[in-house]
C-alpha cells in the first residue's frame, strides 16, 4: 500500500517555466489537498479537492492550478513560476475532511 | 480572527518537564480537530485526534474547549525525542478544508 505519491521529490525551475507537480493515493480517498510550506509560515492551503470534478481554492491559491479528473490522482500546475513560489510542497489525503489526512513526502522546489 | 492560531514558541525544556500548547480555532461549528507532529523538512505525521472534549495517548493529552474556541495539547515527561514542531489543524470557516496553524517548536534537552 503506497499511500500518498508525490513526485519529482526535487525540482529546480527557471522563473517563467510552468511545470506540474504530481499526486497520487491508492487509498479510495475522496478528499485531497495541496500546501505549501515555507519557513516560518506552516503550511498553508492552496487547493482542495472534496471528490472527482470537484476542486476549490484554499488559502493561497494565486499561481497555481488543479483539477481532479480521478479519485486517486490531484496535480498542481505552476503556469508560470516566480522566485515566490520556492516552497516545500506537500499533498495530502482523507476519507473526507472530518478525518486526518495522510501526507506524501513532499516536494522540494527551488525557482531561478 | 486568523482560521487556525497556536503559541508561537520556541519552547524550551528539560527532559521529564510537562509542557502545554495552545490552538484557537475560528469556526464555532468545528466537530474535528487534529494535532500533527513534524520533524525537520518531513511531511506531518498525525499525533492525534480531538472529536469530543479531549483525547489521551500515553503521555500526550489534547482537550478542547469548546465555548473559548482552543484545543491545547499536553505533554508530560517529555522525552528527547518529542523535540519537533507541533502543528494543531482545524476546520477553515466554511467547513469544507483543514487548516493548519504555524507550528509550535518544542525542543527538550538533557
Not at chain 1, 81 to 103: G, K, L, M, R
Not at chain 2, 77 to 98: E, H, I, R, W
Given at each position: 500500500n503506497a499511500g500518498v505519491t508525490q513526485t519529482?521529490?526535487?525540482?529546480?525551475?527557471?522563473?517563467?517555466?510552468?511545470?506540474?507537480?504530481?499526486?497520487?493515493?491508492?487509498m479510495n480517498h475522496e478528499y485531497m489537498s495541496w500546501y505549501r510550506q515555507d519557513p516560518g509560515m506552516g503550511l498553508r492551503l492552496i487547493h482542495y479537492s472534496v471528490g472527482a470534478g470537484i476542486t476549490d481554492q484554499g488559502e493561497v491559491p494565486n499561481g497555481y492550478n488543479v483539477s481532479r479528473s480521478t479519485t486517486e490522482d490531484f496535480p498542481l500546475r505552476l503556469l508560470?513560476?516566480?522566485?515566490?513560489?520556492?516552497?516545500?510542497?506537500?499533498?495530502?489525503?482523507?476519507?473526507?475532511?472530518?478525518?486526518?489526512?495522510?501526507?506524501?513526502?513532499?516536494?522540494?522546489?527551488?525557482?531561478? | 480572527r486568523k482560521e487556525v492560531e497556536q503559541d508561537p514558541g520556541p519552547f524550551n525544556v528539560p527532559e521529564g518537564a510537562t509542557v502545554a500548547f495552545n490552538c484557537t480555532y475560528s469556526n464555532s461549528a468545528s466537530q474535528s480537530?487534529?494535532?500533527?507532529?513534524?520533524?525537520c523538512r518531513k511531511e506531518p505525521k498525525l499525533l492525534m485526534s480531538v472529536y469530543s472534549s479531549g483525547n489521551e495517548d500515553g503521555r500526550f493529552t489534547a482537550q478542547l474547549n469548546r465555548a473559548s474556541q482552543y484545543i491545547s495539547l499536553l505533554i508530560r515527561?517529555?522525552?528527547?525525542?518529542?523535540?519537533?514542531?507541533?502543528?494543531?489543524?482545524?476546520?477553515?470557516?466554511?467547513?469544507?478544508?483543514?487548516i493548519f496553524g504555524k507550528g509550535t517548536t518544542l525542543s527538550v534537552s538533557s
Open positions: 519529482p521529490k526535487f525540482q529546480v525551475l527557471k522563473t517563467g517555466q510552468s511545470m506540474t507537480l504530481q499526486c497520487a493515493q491508492d508560470s513560476a516566480a522566485p515566490s513560489q520556492t516552497s516545500v510542497y506537500f499533498c495530502a489525503s482523507s476519507v473526507n475532511s472530518n478525518q486526518p489526512q495522510h501526507f506524501g513526502d513532499g516536494t522540494r522546489l527551488s525557482i531561478l | 480537530f487534529f494535532w500533527y507532529r513534524q520533524d515527561d517529555s522525552k528527547l525525542s518529542d523535540s519537533a514542531t507541533y502543528l494543531c489543524v482545524a476546520p477553515n470557516q466554511a467547513g469544507t478544508a483543514l
